[in-house]
């Protein structure tokens, strides 16, 4: 079961399957594949928020060039 439209009522954990399945505890702490692989290549990963270019440094100096 999922909520319409995959859109889920604000600070509810369990009105759906995914909701509950994303709020478990062992599938939060749970690394991704390119996590992992970059932590054994000694690279630093640094996720940053969708939808927020003034904080992406790269998409500044891009504008800034334009």
Known sequence: ???KEF???PCSTNCCCCCILYNQF???N???LLEITCKR???R???L???HCELNFIEQCWGYAK
């Open 1 to 3: 079961a999922q909520c």
């Open 7 to 9: 859109k889920c009522a």
């Open 26 to 28: 062992d599938f939060i």
């Open 30 to 32: 749970v690394k991704s």
């Open 41 to 43: 290549r000694g690279f």
């Open 45 to 47: 990963l640094l996720f």
């Open 49 to 51: 928020l969708k939808f």
